[in-house]
């Protein structure tokens, strides 16, 4: 790694892997960044070992089940004495976009939750210590996670997981009333992803660059902010 790499800002993306996170880091990477990138452990190789291969050590690899807490420990322990700029957790699971709140199951409620709403907090408790006051914290919500915005239902589950991490979010906010720490929640608009399927409005190279850009430039701005991919507020 060149001098100036190692005095390059630097990003702790969780959910690296494919997809928007894949994307992410590649942007990061492209603006000069260091980056630290996860996978679910027993992955195998994935698009992020190829783009870890070409980025001459800027780009190192991490294991963790975001879902399993003793991972989520065990990653924050090997990270001890680390400093990043700026921590984004991205991670989400969808389920059956017709199902409804009267048809799901308990395990299927419970595992779309889980993944989307407590799991990524747990993971901000757990590494934010890692991030300095004036470091910026961020999480992959949803447009759809806007109760406001909700006038035509469907992804009841999936609204509902994300409408839950927005609240968890601003409760993680409102303990740091009066530091200078900025704190985003994006959407990153309907992305034709694995996860949004084949009819979404915007491809990766539409979204992902756009949303990078959001986070640059929410650094230095104390408090929370619901934003979406081309900046825009989102309402509540």
Not at 29 to 49: D, E, P
Request: proline share 5%.
């Amino acid at each position: 790694m060149s001098a100036s790499a190692l005095n390059a800002p630097s990003i702790l993306l969780i959910g690296a892997s494919r997809g928007l996170g894949h994307a992410m880091a590649a942007e990061f990477l492209n603006k000069g960044w260091n980056v630290v990138g996860t996978v679910r452990a027993g992955s195998g190789r994935t698009r992020l070992h190829d783009l870890a291969d070409a980025s001459e050590g800027r780009l190192e690899i991490e294991t963790v089940d975001i879902c399993e807490p003793d991972r989520v420990a065990a990653l924050r322990d090997r990270l001890s004495g680390r400093v990043f700029d700026m921590l984004f957790v991205n991670a989400g699971v969808s389920n059956n976009p017709a199902e409804t709140i009267a048809d799901v199951t308990t395990d299927e409620f419970v595992r779309v939750m889980v993944t989307n709403a407590l799991s990524p907090m747990r993971v901000l408790e757990s590494l934010e210590r890692y991030v300095p006051a004036t470091g910026l914290i961020g999480v992959m919500s949803s447009g759809q996670g806007s109760v406001a915005n909700n006038e035509t239902g469907q992804r009841e589950v999936y609204r509902g997981s994300k409408a839950a991490l927005n609240m968890f979010m601003r409760s993680f906010a409102a303990r740091q009333a009066g530091t200078p720490r900025a704190m985003v929640l994006m959407a990153p608009g309907w992305v034709r992803t694995e996860l949004g399927g084949p009819d979404g409005r915007l491809s990766i190279e539409e979204s992902i660059p756009n949303l990078v850009n959001v986070l640059l430039a929410r650094q230095g701005k104390p408090g929370l902010q619901y934003l979406d991919y081309l900046g825009r507020t989102v309402p509540w």
